[in-house]
T-cell receptor
Framework: GAVVSQHPSWVICKSGTSVKIECRSL??????MFWYRQFPKQSLMLMAT?????????EQGVEKDKFLINHASLTLSTLTVTSAHPEDSSFYIC???????????FGPGTRLTVL | GDSVTQMEGPVTLSEEAFLTINCTYT??????LFWYVQYPGEGLQLLLK?????DKGSNKGFEATYRKETTSFHLEKGSVQVSDSAVYFC???????????FGDGTTLTVKP
């Protein structure tokens, strides 16, 4: 149980285009989802927290107009990187947490490369 | 605020050696504590957790005990294998509604 999927697993795009990454909880209802960014050989950087049906809460320094997060259902959250630039290239990881639990379950990550 | 401090890596061991990765924390209240493992190119997997003082989490030969008096949650394994090579993250969660706080990760390499 507690499986989280991400799609796509990797994506290459041109500078200026937008990319959407999906995060799904496959066997539980995720009341809260988190989006992280991870640079090579570095720890996780929390970008935002989203609760189903409400606006995401962004961490300081994260541009909410650039990284659009939608959590429209209890099993799906999406992260859209708008007008992507090479500096947005990174490994993006989502996690999901069910109701009344403190354990996060992570997706396998999405490698984004912006040319 | 909450924080997690992990032993700096990288750690390199020979197969069958004993492993300890230190983790200490500061937090308000009574957090739950976690160890996650990340294999190359993958997301994080929950390795083990403990929710209250003196609890011991264990999985796949790994163990960690929640020590409130020393605010620690050190990860141990008696005999590591090459397949244990990965990055290990210590984390805490203070409340059910809150986000988790992660350490910087410790890279473990096990050589045959």
């Amino acid at each position: 149980g507690a499986v989280v999927s991400q799609h796509p697993s990797w994506v290459i795009c041109k500078s200026g285009t937008s990319v959407k990454i999906e995060c799904r909880s496959l066997d539980f209802q995720a009341t809260t989802m988190f989006w992280y960014r991870q640079f090579p050989k570095q720890s996780l950087m929390l970008m935002a927290t989203s609760n189903e049906g409400s606006k995401a809460t962004y961490e300081q320094g994260v541009e909410k107009d650039k990284f659009l997060i939608n959590h429209a259902s209890l099993t799906l959250s999406t992260l859209t990187v708008t007008s992507a630039h090479p500096e947005d290239s990174s490994f993006y990881i989502c996690s999901a947490r069910g109701h009344r639990t403190d354990t996060q379950y992570f997706g396998p990550g999405t490698r984004l490369t912006v040319l | 605020g909450d924080s997690v401090t992990q032993m700096e890596g990288p750690v390199t061991l020979s197969e069958e050696a004993f492993l300890t990765i230190n983790c200490t924390y500061t937090a308000t209240g009574y957090p739950s504590l976690f160890w996650y493992v990340q294999y190359p190119g993958e997301g994080l997997q929950l390795l083990l957790k403990a929710t209250k003082a003196d609890d011991k989490g264990s999985n796949k030969g790994f163990e960690a005990t929640y020590r409130k008096e020393t605010t620690s949650f050190h990860l141990e394994k008696g005999s590591v294998q090459v397949s244990d090579s990965a990055v290990y993250f210590c984390a805490l969660s203070s409340t059910n509604a809150g986000k988790s706080t992660f350490g910087d990760g410790t890279t473990l390499t096990v050589k045959p």
